[in-house]
């Protein structure tokens, strides 16, 4: 696609459910960035994906969180057990350059809400 | 403590008018990034300064890179209400073998008609 397509755009659920988030990147980009945005706030890096270097996992707050590009393309970004402090947008880009420094793309991110 | 200080915070400004916000930083940085995220959107790429005193216009918007590469600015000049959104600068940092991009918390701009 032309951008970054994040699904769903909207999720609400349940405290204690698992969540799937998923990212399909600008088609030929390497570098795939999952960060987490908390009303009117900047953004809180989770993973970063790069070809098939390992995983900048650094981010992620708990083990509760995981997330998998499979084929170098599509992410999806797994919350189990889900608590309201979990509740934020969850936003995906992607980028073509390496080294985690290029321009992002970004999605229009995933809003969850943990009830 | 954040690498990247951004203010003000929030800014609330009528049309017209003209506003600067600032990037900042004790650490040098190689380039800086400007982004600009429109509500329920996800950020948009304005400019990116590579050179210590570069200065970049994109039409009403002036963006700067101090002469150490530590800090930046971006002056508009007659703001818009479609200015309105959240202003993040962002820089790559080295720390060990690992390069991040780090992200400042962002300057939130309302320009009322």
């Known amino acids: 696609g032309a951008g970054v397509s994040q699904s769903p755009s909207n999720k609400v659920t349940e405290k204690g459910k698992d969540v799937e988030l998923r990212c399909d990147p600008i088609s030929g980009h390497t570098a795939l960035y999952w960060y987490r945005q908390s009303l009117g706030q900047g953004l809180e890096f989770l993973i970063y994906?790069?070809?098939?270097?390992?995983?900048?996992k650094s981010g992620l707050p708990s083990d509760r969180f995981s997330a998998e590009r499979t084929g170098g393309s599509v992410s999806t970004l797994t919350i189990q057990r889900t608590q309201q402090e979990d509740s934020a947008v969850y936003l995906c880009?992607?980028?073509?350059?390496?080294?985690?420094?290029?321009?992002?793309?970004f999605g229009e991110g995933s809003r969850l809400t943990v009830l | 403590t954040q690498l990247l200080e951004q203010s003000p915070q929030f800014l609330s400004i009528q049309e017209g008018e003209n506003l600067t916000v600032y990037c900042n930083s004790s650490s040098v940085f190689s380039s800086l990034q400007w982004y600009r995220q429109e509500p329920g959107e996800g950020p948009v790429l304005l400019v990116t300064v590579v050179t210590g005193g570069e200065v970049k216009k994109l039409k009403r918007l002036t963006f700067q890179f101090g002469d150490a590469r530590k800090d930046s600015s971006l002056h508009i000049t007659a703001a818009q209400p479609g200015d309105t959104g959240l202003y993040l600068c962002?820089?790559?940092?080295?720390?060990?073998?690992?390069?991040?991009?780090?992200w400042g918390l962002g300057t939130s701009l309302a320009v009322n008609p």
């Open positions: 962002a820089g790559p940092f080295y720390a060990g073998n690992n390069r991040k991009l780090i």
């Open positions: 994906f790069q070809g098939n270097s390992a995983p900048d």
């Open positions: 880009a992607s980028s073509r350059r390496t080294g985690n420094t290029g321009e992002l793309f």
